[in-house]
Protein backbone atom coordinates (compact mmCIF):
# COMPACT_ATOMS: atom_id res chain seq x y z
CA UNK A 1 0.00 0.00 0.00
CA UNK A 2 1.04 3.57 -0.90
CA UNK A 3 0.25 6.13 1.44
CA UNK A 4 -1.77 9.65 -0.32
CA UNK A 5 1.97 11.39 -0.06
CA UNK A 6 3.25 8.36 -2.78
CA UNK A 7 5.89 7.22 -0.45
CA UNK A 8 6.18 4.18 1.43
CA UNK A 9 6.35 4.18 5.16
CA UNK A 10 8.73 1.73 7.64
CA UNK A 11 5.31 1.25 8.77
CA UNK A 12 4.63 -1.58 6.21
CA UNK A 13 5.58 -5.24 6.30
CA UNK A 14 5.03 -7.69 4.28
CA UNK A 15 4.72 -11.76 6.00
CA UNK A 16 5.22 -14.54 4.22
CA UNK A 17 4.35 -18.18 5.59
CA UNK A 18 4.96 -21.54 3.82
CA UNK A 19 3.24 -24.60 4.73
CA UNK A 20 5.81 -27.82 3.26
CA UNK A 21 4.25 -31.14 3.41
CA UNK A 22 6.87 -33.97 5.43
CA UNK A 23 7.01 -36.80 3.30
CA UNK A 24 3.40 -39.31 3.51
CA UNK A 25 1.60 -36.29 4.25
CA UNK A 26 -2.37 -36.07 2.43
CA UNK A 27 -2.25 -32.45 2.45
CA UNK A 28 -0.61 -30.49 0.31
CA UNK A 29 1.61 -27.26 0.42
CA UNK A 30 0.00 -23.82 1.26
CA UNK A 31 1.88 -20.37 1.27
CA UNK A 32 0.38 -17.07 2.75
CA UNK A 33 1.59 -14.18 2.12
CA UNK A 34 0.37 -10.90 3.71
CA UNK A 35 1.04 -7.04 3.28
CA UNK A 36 -0.09 -5.19 6.32
CA UNK A 37 0.06 -1.60 8.38
CA UNK A 38 0.84 -1.40 11.40
CA UNK A 39 1.11 1.49 13.78
CA UNK A 40 1.87 1.74 17.76
CA UNK A 41 -0.97 1.77 19.85
CA UNK A 42 -1.85 0.28 22.99
CA UNK A 43 -4.63 -1.53 23.00
CA UNK A 44 -4.05 -3.77 26.12
CA UNK A 45 -6.71 -3.56 28.72
CA UNK A 46 -6.39 -4.02 32.59
CA UNK A 47 -8.48 -6.72 32.52
CA UNK A 48 -6.60 -8.66 29.84
CA UNK A 49 -7.06 -12.70 29.91
CA UNK A 50 -3.64 -14.00 31.36
CA UNK A 51 -3.74 -16.37 28.37
CA UNK A 52 -3.12 -13.06 25.59
CA UNK A 53 0.63 -12.54 25.14
CA UNK A 54 2.96 -11.09 23.08
CA UNK A 55 4.12 -14.67 22.23
CA UNK A 56 2.76 -15.86 18.41
CA UNK A 57 0.84 -18.44 18.76
CA UNK A 58 -0.94 -21.57 15.62
CA UNK A 59 -4.23 -23.07 15.66
CA UNK A 60 -5.10 -24.98 12.75
CA UNK A 61 -8.07 -27.75 12.22
CA UNK A 62 -7.94 -30.97 9.95
CA UNK A 63 -10.50 -32.97 9.05
CA UNK A 64 -10.21 -36.57 8.28
CA UNK A 65 -12.05 -39.56 7.43
CA UNK A 66 -13.19 -42.09 10.43
CA UNK A 67 -10.16 -44.61 10.48
CA UNK A 68 -8.17 -42.47 8.74
CA UNK A 69 -5.13 -40.39 10.94
CA UNK A 70 -4.66 -37.02 9.99
CA UNK A 71 -1.58 -34.72 9.29
CA UNK A 72 -0.52 -33.32 12.38
CA UNK A 73 1.19 -30.20 11.53
CA UNK A 74 4.42 -28.59 13.16
CA UNK A 75 5.40 -25.02 13.39
CA UNK A 76 8.24 -22.87 12.99
CA UNK A 77 8.43 -19.46 13.40
CA UNK A 78 11.39 -17.49 11.51
CA UNK A 79 11.75 -13.68 11.82
CA UNK A 80 9.70 -10.88 14.06
CA UNK A 81 6.02 -11.94 14.58
CA UNK A 82 4.06 -8.22 13.17
CA UNK A 83 3.41 -5.89 16.43
CA UNK A 84 1.10 -3.47 16.30
CA UNK A 85 -2.21 -2.56 15.56
CA UNK A 86 -2.94 -3.39 12.06
CA UNK A 87 -4.90 -0.63 10.40
CA UNK A 88 -4.88 -2.03 6.88
CA UNK A 89 -4.22 -5.46 5.40
CA UNK A 90 -4.32 -7.45 2.09
CA UNK A 91 -3.35 -11.22 1.73
CA UNK A 92 -3.43 -13.86 -0.27
CA UNK A 93 -3.35 -17.79 0.63
CA UNK A 94 -2.87 -20.53 -1.70
CA UNK A 95 -2.96 -24.23 -2.11
CA UNK A 96 -3.62 -27.73 -3.64
CA UNK A 97 -7.23 -29.36 -2.48
CA UNK A 98 -7.02 -33.17 -2.39
CA UNK A 99 -10.50 -34.71 -2.71
CA UNK A 100 -11.59 -38.06 -1.53
CA UNK A 101 -11.73 -39.58 -4.54
CA UNK A 102 -7.53 -38.22 -4.73
CA UNK A 103 -7.94 -35.94 -7.53
CA UNK A 104 -6.43 -32.24 -7.10
CA UNK A 105 -7.21 -29.06 -7.51
CA UNK A 106 -6.04 -25.58 -6.55
CA UNK A 107 -7.22 -23.18 -4.30
CA UNK A 108 -6.56 -19.30 -3.69
CA UNK A 109 -8.27 -17.13 -1.00
CA UNK A 110 -7.62 -13.12 -0.28
CA UNK A 111 -9.16 -10.90 2.00
CA UNK A 112 -8.57 -7.29 2.98
CA UNK A 113 -8.67 -5.29 6.35
CA UNK A 114 -9.33 -1.64 6.48
CA UNK A 115 -9.96 0.17 9.67
CA UNK A 116 -12.24 2.86 8.62
CA UNK A 117 -12.37 4.75 12.30
CA UNK A 118 -10.14 5.01 14.87
CA UNK A 119 -10.21 7.23 18.18
CA UNK A 120 -8.52 7.79 21.46
CA UNK A 121 -11.73 10.04 22.93
CA UNK A 122 -12.67 8.74 26.27
CA UNK A 123 -15.62 6.36 26.98
CA UNK A 124 -18.55 7.50 28.76
CA UNK A 125 -17.95 6.43 31.99
CA UNK A 126 -21.51 4.93 32.28
CA UNK A 127 -21.48 2.27 29.78
CA UNK A 128 -19.55 0.45 32.76
CA UNK A 129 -22.04 0.61 35.70
CA UNK A 130 -23.78 -2.32 36.76
CA UNK A 131 -27.48 -2.33 35.28
CA UNK A 132 -30.31 -1.82 37.76
CA UNK A 133 -31.84 -5.72 37.90
CA UNK A 134 -28.19 -6.92 37.78
CA UNK A 135 -28.14 -9.96 39.56
CA UNK A 136 -25.19 -12.46 40.82
CA UNK A 137 -25.54 -15.95 39.80
CA UNK A 138 -23.55 -18.87 41.01
CA UNK A 139 -22.70 -20.07 37.52
CA UNK A 140 -23.70 -18.56 33.57
CA UNK A 141 -26.02 -21.49 32.09
CA UNK A 142 -24.46 -21.72 28.46
CA UNK A 143 -26.97 -22.61 25.95
CA UNK A 144 -26.66 -23.39 22.89
CA UNK A 145 -22.92 -24.82 24.12
CA UNK A 146 -20.56 -22.45 22.91
CA UNK A 147 -17.98 -23.10 19.88
CA UNK A 148 -14.79 -25.42 20.89
CA UNK A 149 -12.01 -23.07 20.73
CA UNK A 150 -13.95 -21.04 23.66
CA UNK A 151 -14.44 -24.01 25.31
CA UNK A 152 -10.97 -25.17 25.08
CA UNK A 153 -10.16 -21.28 26.48
CA UNK A 154 -12.47 -21.19 29.49
CA UNK A 155 -10.65 -24.63 30.38
CA UNK A 156 -7.10 -23.04 30.25
CA UNK A 157 -8.08 -19.92 32.18
CA UNK A 158 -9.46 -22.17 34.84
CA UNK A 159 -6.22 -24.42 35.10
CA UNK A 160 -4.28 -21.03 34.76
CA UNK A 161 -7.06 -20.13 38.02
CA UNK A 162 -6.06 -23.22 39.75
CA UNK A 163 -2.17 -23.24 39.35
CA UNK A 164 -1.83 -19.71 40.86
CA UNK A 165 -3.52 -20.58 43.67
CA UNK A 166 -1.46 -23.75 44.19
Known amino acids: MIPANGKRSSATRLA ?56 VPTFKDVGEPERGFIVASKGTSSGTITSPDGSTRQHVST ?42 MQVYEWLARCRSRA
Open 16 to 71: TRRVIPLAGAKRGADTTVTDGWYIDLNTHISCEPSWRSARSGHAFLTVHRQGEEGD
Open 111 to 152: WEIKVTELSTAAIDPALFEIPSGFKLVERIRQEPVPPLVIRL
